[in-house]
């Protein structure tokens, strides 16, 4: 899940309960949800590349929100799969957005521009012949944003800048036809100043799918902070009723 994925996904279709701890220190309970129009351009190379630009109305509260309509936010996503062998697929994936954010203290400062990059990488095996019902996945997302601030209207000097980054990587394993476990590890606190705590996350999660409308998830979070530690333990119930489409690969 790249930053372009998080506006794309439902919430019963994240991998866990919860988004990962980066993507809601960076874009909040809405994750990165934009409306725009996007083009995509499948690359001409020997394996799957395609090149993806997104013009994005950029009102995301924390990162962008700029106080002018014309105050858009831009984003290039590049994603590219390769097969390893029959059973084993392999994803690599850059993103970068941009755009005017809300920050700036004095009128007209040209300086309050947010930018966000990240990285994402995948494996998958599934295999085609044999163990139908086995799979494993193995992700991992870098993500930060660099914050200008604009400039402070009573001294004339920037602002400091608001940057924050983190990862996390997870795995997935389905190991019976209905039955998935997964881990999860979130880390946030690159590029920050030193007064903001890190954060490091640590979920178990196990899931019963008795089709593709249904599943059964119970989820386990142990979140350790500078000053304080939480334990949190989630219970989930997911259904579709009615026509729905199918889900992305």
Request: aromatic share 14%.
């Amino acid at each position: 899940m790249c930053i372009r994925d998080s506006n794309l996904l439902h919430t019963h279709q994240f991998p866990f309960i919860d988004q990962p701890l980066i993507h809601d220190t960076l874009f909040g309970d809405e994750a990165f949800l934009e409306i725009g129009a996007g083009l995509s351009y499948l690359v001409p190379v020997p394996w799957y590349s395609e090149a993806i630009f997104q013009f994005l109305q950029g009102d995301n509260e924390k990162q962008f929100n700029a106080p002018l309509n014309d105050d858009f936010a831009y984003l290039f996503h590049l994603k590219n799969l390769w097969d390893l062998d029959e059973d084993t697929t392999m994803e690599l994936g850059g993103s970068f957005a941009t755009g005017r954010n809300g920050n700036a203290a004095a009128p007209g400062s040209g300086n309050n521009r947010t930018n966000l990059v990240g990285g994402n990488f995948t494996v998958k095996w599934k295999p085609a012949r044999r163990a139908r019902y086995k799979t494993l996945i193995w992700q991992t997302e870098y993500l930060a944003s660099f914050q200008e601030t604009g400039v402070n209207a009573l001294t004339g000097m920037d602002n400091p800048d608001l940057n924050q980054g983190g990862l996390y990587t997870m795995l997935q394993y389905q190991f019976l036809e209905r039955w998935w476990v997964q881990g999860r590890y979130d880390y946030v606190g690159f590029h920050q100043p030193d007064q903001l705590n890190e954060q490091n996350r640590w979920t178990a999660l196990l899931a019963y799918v008795p089709s593709e409308f249904s599943s059964i998830r119970l989820q386990y979070n142990y979140l350790d902070e500078e000053f304080s530690r939480e334990q949190q333990v989630l219970l989930q119930l997911n259904f579709s009723m009615g026509s729905h489409p199918a889900h992305r690969y």
